[in-house]
């Protein structure tokens, strides 16, 4: 099969790649679409040493198992089930996981890929394979509701214009808060406007320490160090971004502020599909642009160093 495989060099095409190989619980998923993100960038750059297909951001078809021939999308964590995080429900941060595209698991930028049948959700009939595709980092988005308790009256900076901190945006603006983002790029915050968020470019931000909450979706080592400088005493940071290389950052002012500071990574898949369903998040102005398999390692470089590209699609398969 062809896919786009991560090596020491750097992402390359392979032509003859081995399909993965199911294990017992596990079904092959043809890929109809796969999109392109920031850790996919980040895992070029360095993070977590992969090796192997890339890719977790997927709409797709299994070959076998009771959606054999439906749409998919897939939960990317392949825990255990069995070690005590795994029965305490925190089979996320399972220590034996494979992580699909990320970590021991080849991922979804590939003709087919393998994931455990329990990490399937069915796609609504109907939704087409473009919004479809966005349904694990809207799952990421809504996971900073289901970690920090929101009531609609807070006032909320995203930092970070591109594709996580717009879909982190569309969420908490849907409960009631006060949102604005911060980012570089006119594009993207034009965007931003348009679906009827504020927006402030980064060098008018002044250090003002009055936000309740503020996320990190920079994908820099200068975003927690900017949000320190605009949340509020007692408030709350959520991170969002992981990158390649070390940071230092002078935490007193956490110690000082009493920040609460959350790390933020996967969420819910069945929210994720029902606020694409219902128009709750707005996905259709961020597909900047959409190619086939055999360009993806252009691809990875056009959203690495042209900043005003939200989203780039992959088209693998056919589809809906």
Known sequence: MKAVVLEETGPRLVEDRPEPIAAEGEVAVDVIEAGICETDLQLVAGYMGYRGVLGHEFVGVPRTGRLAGRRVVGEINCSCGTCRLCESG?????????????????????????????????????????VAVFAEPVAAALQVLEQVDVTGAESVTVLGDGRLGNLCAQALASTGCRVRVVGKHDAKLAILEELGISTCRLERVSDERSDDLVVDATGSDTGLPTALGLVRPRGTVVLKTTIAGTQTLEMAPVVIDEVTVVGSRCGPFDKALVALENGTIDVSPLVSEVVGLDDATGALERVRDERDLVKVVLKVGSGY
């Open 90 to 130: 925190l089979a996320n941060h399972c220590p034996q996981r494979t992580v699909l595209g990320i970590l021991g698991r080849d991922g979804a930028f590939a003709e087919t890929l393998v994931l455990p049948e329990t990490n399937l959700h069915e796609v609504p009939d109907g939704m087409a394979d473009r």
